[in-house]
């Protein structure tokens, strides 16, 4: 632009010049007021000296005549795209004169890179707290560190980019780049079975909050319903009885005609907390560990996945002195996800009368009450109430 003035030098609107107006105003320390004394205090123009705003019509100290909002630099683009207001890296000026953005308190211009101050967000802690140090900009190596956002406060070795680079691209917040895909301390990956809400595009990701399970209960998040942890449903939703997930679940836990409640420690190690030892800490399926009462009379009671039976297990006469009863017709070995019509009739764990030598063939149901008085009513009936049926010892009163 060739410009000749008997006020201003020959440059003052060539913006690739030295003397081009925008940079001298910034050499003098952005001293508006100095124009202000010919061209206005509004910047309108006075007799001789013309108005600024035929070329910055929002007035040459509104917010995007020195920089856009955001500048086209780094990272602040995608940081825009994520909906992060600028108050979240910097203090946000209120005017361009406001302290500490070009001038500091006593008006003294402020020389330097732009100022990064970190807000609420990377400052953000889970609960429990594991901040060890407040988040923190490096403008010389161009990182941030310990910014809540990046998985800073996290500190999952697993993470290969828990200190991201302003300039280093989309490629450091793949999954895997904050936190580990699955995080180091996970033996499972399959996100959405433990953290069914928490996709990266949902408002519960990056919200200070570890997401776990559904939200419907500290237990029943991921199976199980509000009647009972247990499935239904699986960890895959399952609610069919068929399923391995489901199989007889609820008719041990219900009790009912034979005996009470069976606890979920008869089968399971169970965790009192999500975290412990045992629950989460190895790969699926779930670990059927037999208890006291499944165990009694058997060293060697089994659950079997493939054919989805259990063998050699007391309550169903699989201990070793009701698996010496020879009458006939039993289903020692039941399976899991049949329906309980097929291992739970008098007769399925043990003979009816067994085939002993307390016992003969002729003895019937009805009988059953002279000699097992506490375990059976006079029609057959288990005494459920009495809790002598199933419950590890042969009772005879
Ligand atoms: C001493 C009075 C005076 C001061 C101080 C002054 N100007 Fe000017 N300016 C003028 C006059 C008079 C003109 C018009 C005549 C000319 O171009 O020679 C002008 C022209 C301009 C133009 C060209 C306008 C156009 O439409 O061509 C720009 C840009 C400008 N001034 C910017 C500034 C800036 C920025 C400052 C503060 C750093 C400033 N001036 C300070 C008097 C002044
Ligand atoms: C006169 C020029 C100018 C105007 C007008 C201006 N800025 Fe700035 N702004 C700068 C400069 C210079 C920097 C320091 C960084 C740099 O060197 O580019 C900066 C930095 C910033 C920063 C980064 C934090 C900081 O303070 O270093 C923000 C945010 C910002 N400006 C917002 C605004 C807002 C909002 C407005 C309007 C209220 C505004 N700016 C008006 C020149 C300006
Ligand atoms: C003839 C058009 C024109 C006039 C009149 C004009 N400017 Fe500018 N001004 C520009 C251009 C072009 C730029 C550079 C914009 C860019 O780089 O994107 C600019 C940039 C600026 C900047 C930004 C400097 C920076 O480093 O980012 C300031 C501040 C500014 N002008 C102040 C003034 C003031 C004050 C006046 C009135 C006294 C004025 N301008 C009048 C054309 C003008
Ligand atoms: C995620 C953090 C973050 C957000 C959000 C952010 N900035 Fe920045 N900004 C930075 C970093 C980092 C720098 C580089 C600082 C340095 O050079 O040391 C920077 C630099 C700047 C600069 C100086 C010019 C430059 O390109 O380096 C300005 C001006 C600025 N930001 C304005 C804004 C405005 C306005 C917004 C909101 C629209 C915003 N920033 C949002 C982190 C952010
Ligand atoms: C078997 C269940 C399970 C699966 C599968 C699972 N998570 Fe987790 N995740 C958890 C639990 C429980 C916690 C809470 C751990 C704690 O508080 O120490 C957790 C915590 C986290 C955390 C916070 C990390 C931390 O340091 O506390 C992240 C991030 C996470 N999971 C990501 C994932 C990703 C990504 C996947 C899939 C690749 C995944 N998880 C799969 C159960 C799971
Ligand atoms: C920019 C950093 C960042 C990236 C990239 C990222 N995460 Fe996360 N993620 C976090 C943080 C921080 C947490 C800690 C919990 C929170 O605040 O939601 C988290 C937590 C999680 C959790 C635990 C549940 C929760 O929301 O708390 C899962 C699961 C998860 N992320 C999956 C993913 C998947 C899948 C991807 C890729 C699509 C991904 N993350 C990419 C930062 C990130
Ligand atoms: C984050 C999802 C999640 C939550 C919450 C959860 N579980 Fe689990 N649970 C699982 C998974 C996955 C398995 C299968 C574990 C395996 O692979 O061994 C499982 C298995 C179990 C088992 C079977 C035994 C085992 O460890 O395999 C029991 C019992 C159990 N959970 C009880 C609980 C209890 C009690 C709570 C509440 C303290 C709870 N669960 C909370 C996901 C969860
Ligand atoms: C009678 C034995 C028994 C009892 C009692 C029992 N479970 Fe299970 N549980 C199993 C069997 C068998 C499986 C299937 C294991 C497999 O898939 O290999 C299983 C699987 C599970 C699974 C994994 C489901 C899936 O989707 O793969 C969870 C969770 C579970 N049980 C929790 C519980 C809880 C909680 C209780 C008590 C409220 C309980 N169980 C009581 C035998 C039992
Ligand atoms: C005449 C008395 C008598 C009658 C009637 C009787 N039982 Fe028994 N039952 C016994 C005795 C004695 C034992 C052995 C107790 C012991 O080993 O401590 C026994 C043991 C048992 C056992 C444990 C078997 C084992 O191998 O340890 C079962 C099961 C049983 N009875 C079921 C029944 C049923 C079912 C009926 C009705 C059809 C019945 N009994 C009728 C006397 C009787
Ligand atoms: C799921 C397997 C199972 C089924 C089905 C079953 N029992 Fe038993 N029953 C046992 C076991 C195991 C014992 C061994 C003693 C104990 O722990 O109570 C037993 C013992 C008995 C005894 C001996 C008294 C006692 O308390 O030990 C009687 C009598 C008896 N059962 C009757 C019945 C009758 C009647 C039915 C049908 C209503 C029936 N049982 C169905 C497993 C079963």
């Given at each position: ?44 123009g ?34 825009r ?28 211009p ?26 923190t ?7 941030c ?9 996290l ?26 895909n ?52 699986g ?13 007889a ?13 069976i ?17 989460l800490?190895?790969a ?15 060293a060697?009671a ?52 067994p085939?002993?030598?307390?016992h003969t ?26 809790g ?10």
């Amino acid at each position: 632009m060739t410009y000749s003035s008997t006020v201003h030098p020959a440059g003052w609107l060539d913006p690739a010049s030295d003397a081009f107006h925008g940079k001298d105003l910034a050499r003098r320390g952005w001293s508006f007021a100095t124009c202000q004394r010919c061209h206005g205090d509004d910047f309108a123009g006075k007799p001789g000296a013309p108005s600024c705003l035929t070329c910055h019509a929002k007035g040459p100290t509104s917010c995007d005549t020195c920089h856009a909002l955001p500048p086209p630099t780094g990272a602040h683009d995608a940081h825009r795209t994520q909906g992060l207001a600028c108050g979240e890296c910097h203090v946000v000026p209120a005017t361009w004169d406001s302290p500490g953005h070009l001038l500091d308190a006593d008006g003294t211009p402020l020389t330097g890179r732009a100022r990064v101050t970190f807000g609420a967000l990377a400052n953000r802690d889970v609960t429990p707290p594991r901040r060890t140090a407040p988040a923190t900009w490096d403008s010389t190596a161009g990182t941030c560190a310990n910014v809540y956002c990046h998985g800073g406060v996290l500190a999952d070795p697993a993470a290969t980019h828990a200190q991201p680079s302003w300039t280093g691209g989309p490629s450091q917040v793949a999954c895997g780049g904050c936190h580990g895909n699955p995080p180091a301390s996970h033996a499972q990956r399959e996100c959405a079975m433990c953290h069914p809400n928490a996709g990266a595009a949902t408002p519960r990701h990056i919200d200070g909050v570890i997401d776990i399970g559904d939200g419907s209960g500290v237990c029943t998040g991921c199976h199980g319903d509000a009647s009972s942890p247990a499935p239904p449903r699986g960890l895959h939703g399952e609610t069919d009885r068929s399923t391995l997930a489901v199989g007889a679940h609820r008719a041990h836990l219900a009790g009912g005609v034979l005996r009470g409640p069976i606890a979920c420690t008869e089968c399971h190690v169970v965790p009192q907390n999500v975290t412990d030892p045992g629950h989460l800490d190895s790969a699926l399926p779930a670990e059927v560990r037999f208890g006291a009462l499944a165990t009694s009379d058997s060293a060697t009671a089994t659950w079997d996945r493939t054919r989805a039976t259990c063998t050699n297990v007391y309550c169903h006469g699989g201990g070793v002195s009701l698996a010496a009863d020879t009458a006939s017709g039993k289903n020692q070995v039941p399976v899991w996800t049949a329906d309980a019509a097929s291992s739970a009739y008098c007769g399925a764990c043990h003979g009816l009368p067994p085939g002993d030598a307390s016992h003969t063939p002729a003895m019937k149901l009805t009988d059953c009450a002279t000699c097992h008085p506490g375990t059976v009513g006079p029609f057959g009936n288990i005494l459920v109430g009495n809790g002598k049926h199933i419950n590890g010892s042969v009772d005879l009163q």
